[in-house]
């Protein structure tokens, strides 16, 4: 549903704002809407969807479910009461829909629609909220995960107080490696079971137990008598978190069954439809932050595996059957975009669509997501540079075809900044990189512009030629923005990721600067007005320009990482270092401070500002202010801008992006002017 204009308090950015009704403006970031996990119905009829758009009165996302035909009719919303639902399954038949949505007073719990009716009945009452949800075949079971509490350390017994006494918090011990989590918080003790609840209610029955986390996706065999999971059930789990193993569990009696054995993850096992094989991703462990994935393929009982395409440069992020027992759909990113491909037994693989886009208004990053009908009709999230995703469907031997517009309403009416590619070569080895350039409504080439230097963070992710609100704000304001992939990026390959392997940052510097000359040699780039800001490991490498180079008139450092040896220590991923780095910071110190952006702090002269959240458990804000001190302590122009309540996703609320892209405009605004005296 589409709102008014809110009324924003944040720093007004408007000196050099275009002057134009028809650019997008930053209300309507309350107006956008996003499809996301679009599911294809069994006989390949009509897809149900979640949709996603802003309520500007809670400043969340609410999420609904939306019904489409795949040739675009009947389009309509199944539940769209005020409430979010989310996780949305066909059972095998297509007559009923499962899905989850909180109930007040008890959490998220798992329903049942049935589709000819519209009645709806509430499977479960359960403490935790239920993920990774399946259909058994006969559609008589639904399994789901769960996490499932434990006992917590206690190492002393308060006194007994006095009734009626109001006493501080008892104190809370700890002894997990893994104590709290970005966007969580601190974690309870315990762990993720598979269980299994009957399709018309009932208990729920635990599967899996132990202390250790069994995760979706959840597959079962085609008979009903087994589901496949993937776990790390190694004794020294918690250190050895990338391990990973493919399991059956009996839906009877329990038993476990362990399939694969080395030493790497193995996950998001399928059950071909003949029961035959399990199709799972995987890779062996190297000591690298970036590894490829590929498919395998074992027989059902397990035993060897073949990979398939074990030449194909790019990861593997998800699979599904394509309607039959001897080809796979796989998803995967080159190059920036995001495909959908055909993979083979024999290996072959055929992109059959190219413009899959994920749930992010924010940042341009690669993601998405697809299902698949019995008879091999898929469904996915659709979008381009100038749109976010919708819902597509498409069969093979057709182009697929959009099916909604669920932004017309607003961007149609929008006058966009045009996205352009380019490529260049990178002095450090001669290396291409890719990126993409915004323009400002209305680009006149014989104009000089101020440009915005944008870095995506990760470091190993990847922007591409897809929507971003902030982006689009910058240009608004009449700025280019420059965005590339530099060494580092995913989806150009093993070797390109693995350039930054324990040199990070390095040259990567190299290939952004590289990306800013190449700008200013086409004419329309004032060199005198250059601005770069970027999040988390953009942050860190914005960090990192101010202290090697000069030439930026001002700079916003998000979300960094300033110092190695103290986010390692307080992040909470706390083995980040000795994959980034290679070693434990009390192993070798002075490699640490050699990658830590504080160890340049004092060459910086460029205005400097930090915008953090301070719920940032991935990057700490004590990262940000140990910057923001050293560059006070040097007196040279910075300011501290904190996001209350905001996790690593600090643009995860409307009003939120909307303020980060306010400061960020608001600060470079203060330094604009004197740039070009």
């Not at 204009?5 to 809407?33: C, P, S, W, Y």
Request: net charge negative.
């Amino acid at each position: 549903m589409k709102h008014a204009m809110l009324v924003l308090i944040f720093i007004a950015a408007a000196g050099h704002a275009q002057d134009k009704a028809n650019t997008l403006q930053r209300g309507d970031i309350f107006e956008l809407e996003i499809a996301s996990d679009p599911q294809i119905s069994p006989d390949g009829s009509e897809v149900v969807y979640t949709r996603q758009s802003m309520d500007i009165m809670t400043d969340r996302m609410r999420s609904s479910l939306w019904l489409v035909a795949v040739d675009g009719d009947s389009h309509r919303p199944l539940l769209a009461d005020g409430g979010n639902y989310s996780s949305a399954r066909w059972s095998p038949d297509g007559d009923r829909l499962a899905y989850v949505t909180a109930v007040e007073g008890r959490g998220a719990q798992l329903f049942v629609r049935w589709m000819d009716t519209g009645q709806v009945a509430m499977l479960t009452n359960l403490r935790e909220a239920p993920s990774a949800i399946a259909w058994s075949p006969d559609g008589t079971k639904i399994a789901f995960s769960m996490f499932v509490p434990a006992k917590p350390l206690k190492l002393a017994e308060p006194p007994p107080k006095p009734e009626g006494a109001e006493w501080a918090q008892a104190p809370k011990a700890i002894d997990s490696y893994f104590y709290r989590s970005d966007g969580e918080g601190f974690l309870e003790t315990g762990f993720d079971h598979v269980f299994v609840v009957p399709a018309e209610g009932g208990s729920p029955r635990q599967l899996t137990t132990g202390d250790y986390h069994h995760t979706g996706p959840l597959s079962w065999s085609p008979d009903g008598e087994r589901i496949a999971f993937s776990a790390n059930r190694v004794e020294d789990w918690e250190h050895d978190p990338f391990e990973s193993e493919i399991w059956t569990v009996d839906t009877e009696d329990g038993e476990l069954t362990q399939l694969t054995d080395r030493d790497g993850p193995d996950f998001a096992p399928v059950y071909s439809p003949d029961g035959d094989s399990i199709a799972y991703l995987g890779f062996d462990e190297q000591g690298r932050m970036y590894n490829t994935a590929r498919v395998h393929v074992m027989d059902a009982s397990g035993g060897e595996a073949r990979v398939l395409a074990p030449d194909f440069d790019r990861t593997i992020d998800a699979i599904d059957w394509a309607g039959n027992s001897r080809s796979l759909y796989v998803r995967y990113d080159d190059r920036g975009r995001t495909h959908i491909g055909l993979l083979s037994m024999s290996g072959d693989i055929d992109s059959i669509a190219e413009d899959i886009s994920g749930v992010s208004i924010g940042r341009p990053y690669t993601s998405g997501s697809f299902s698949v009908a019995d008879n091999g009709d898929y469904a996915y999230t659709a979008g381009t540079p100038y749109r976010p995703a919708d819902v597509a469907a498409g069969r093979r031997g057709r182009v697929a075809e959009k099916l909604t517009a669920l932004n017309e309403d607003v961007l149609g009416h929008r006058d966009l900044g045009e996205v352009e590619t380019l490529t260049y070569t990178s002095p450090a080895g001669g290396l291409e990189i890719q990126g993409w350039i915004v323009k400002p409504p209305g680009f006149d080439p014989d104009e000089d512009y101020p440009l915005i230097l944008e870095i995506h963070g990760g470091p190993y992710a990847a922007y591409g030629p897809h929507f971003s609100a902030e982006f689009q704000l910058f240009a608004a304001a009449g700025y280019v923005v420059l965005y590339t992939n530099p060494r580092g990026s995913t989806s150009y390959g093993f070797d390109f990721a693995n350039e930054i392997h324990h040199r990070y940052p390095g040259q990567d510097y190299d290939d952004l600067m590289a990306g800013v000359d190449t700008m200013i040699d086409r004419g329309y780039v004032n060199p005198e007005q250059l601005f770069v800001t970027g999040g988390s490991g953009g942050g860190v490498l914005t960090a990192w320009i101010v202290g090697s180079t000069d030439r930026f008139s001002a700079a916003v450092s998000a979300k960094p990482v300033i110092n190695w040896a103290s986010h390692t220590l307080t992040s909470d991923i706390p083995m980040f270092g000795r994959y980034m780095i290679g070693s434990e910071p009390w192993e070798d110190p002075e490699a640490y401070w050699a990658r830590s952006p504080l160890s340049l702090v004092g060459n910086v002269t460029t205005p400097t500002m930090l915008l953090t959240g301070e719920q940032d458990f991935r990057t700490p804000i004590a990262e940000s202010e140990q910057f923001y001190q050293a560059l006070k302590m040097r007196k040279i122009d910075t300011a501290l801008v904190r996001i209350p309540e905001a996790s690593h996703g600090i643009a995860a609320r409307p009003s939120q992006l909307i303020a980060k892209v306010d400061n960020i405009l608001a600060w470079f605004e203060r330094y604009r002017d004197s740039a070009s005296d």
